[in-house]
């Protein structure tokens, strides 16, 4: 069955500092793979997909991914990270139907001062 | 811009009570869904409906029914509220393509 792992509950990081948030899925075919993020209190916002094509998406807000089929994996970065970064982040890919999203349990990002 | 908007952003309801969720998308979506969010579990799809009238469980549909009268509604309810149901609630919906739109959420609290 198809899952969606990421491996870090939370992560801290500086601000101004560059990020990597790891997510690696289990999939029979090329995935359609998305993240997205969650301000306390909030609903999800798509930060971004991909779906072919290059291997390396850029999202809103600065943010990008680089899907690695060698590795299963689709991490998303941020070269500098800004206070208001501090959100909960997951990691989706569709499930083995296509009919909805299965979610990693998301990690949450903290930036020190 | 897709908007999903919930009907509440949070709800107090007793235990035993009889409990609607209500989410509306103004983009003529298909498809659309219901997920509880937990710490530490991330989200769970309850259920989701590709079509009026249409619907088919997703992972953790125990305790809860959909209705989808109108494309644009689709209605959570908990037939008799358990403490065990005191989560967030998602309501997403999805055009043909993969990406789902998710609307702000309502925290249901039963005591």
């Known amino acids: 069955a198809q899952s969606v792992t990421q491996p870090d509950i939370h992560i801290t990081v500086s601000e101004g500092a560059s990020l990597e948030l790891r997510c690696n899925y289990s999939y029979g075919a090329t995935p359609y793979l998305f993240w997205y993020v969650q301000s306390p209190g909030q609903g999800l916002q798509l930060l971004l997909k991909?779906?072919?094509?290059?291997?390396l998406v850029q999202g809103i807000k600065g943010f990008e991914a680089e899907f690695k089929r060698s590795q299963s994996s689709f991490n998303l970065r941020k070269p500098s990270v800004h206070w208001s970064d501090a959100a909960e982040y997951f990691c989706?890919?569709?499930?083995?139907?296509?009919?909805?999203?299965?979610f990693g349990k998301g990690t949450t990002l903290s930036v020190s001062s | 811009d897709v908007k999903v908007t919930q009907s509440s952003r949070y709800l107090v309801k007793r235990t035993g009570e009889k409990v609607f969720l209500e989410c509306v998308q103004d983009?003529?979506?298909?498809?659309m869904f219901w997920y509880r969010q937990d710490p530490g579990l991330g989200l769970r799809l309850i259920y989701f409906?590709?079509?009026?009238?249409?619907?088919e469980k997703g992972d953790i549909p125990e305790g809860y029914s959909v209705s989808r009268e109108k494309k644009e509604r689709f209605s959570l309810i908990l037939e008799s509220a358990s403490t065990n149901q005191t989560s967030m609630y998602l309501c997403?919906?999805?055009?043909?393509?993969?990406?789902?739109?998710f609307g702000p959420g309502t925290r249901l609290t039963v005591t």
């Open positions: 989706a890919a569709p499930n083995q139907a296509g009919t909805a999203l299965i």
């Open positions: 991909y779906f072919s094509g290059d291997t």
């Open positions: 409906s590709y079509d009026v009238k249409m619907k």
């Open positions: 997403a919906s999805r055009p043909g393509g993969a990406e789902q739109y």
């Open positions: 983009m003529d979506h298909e498809n």
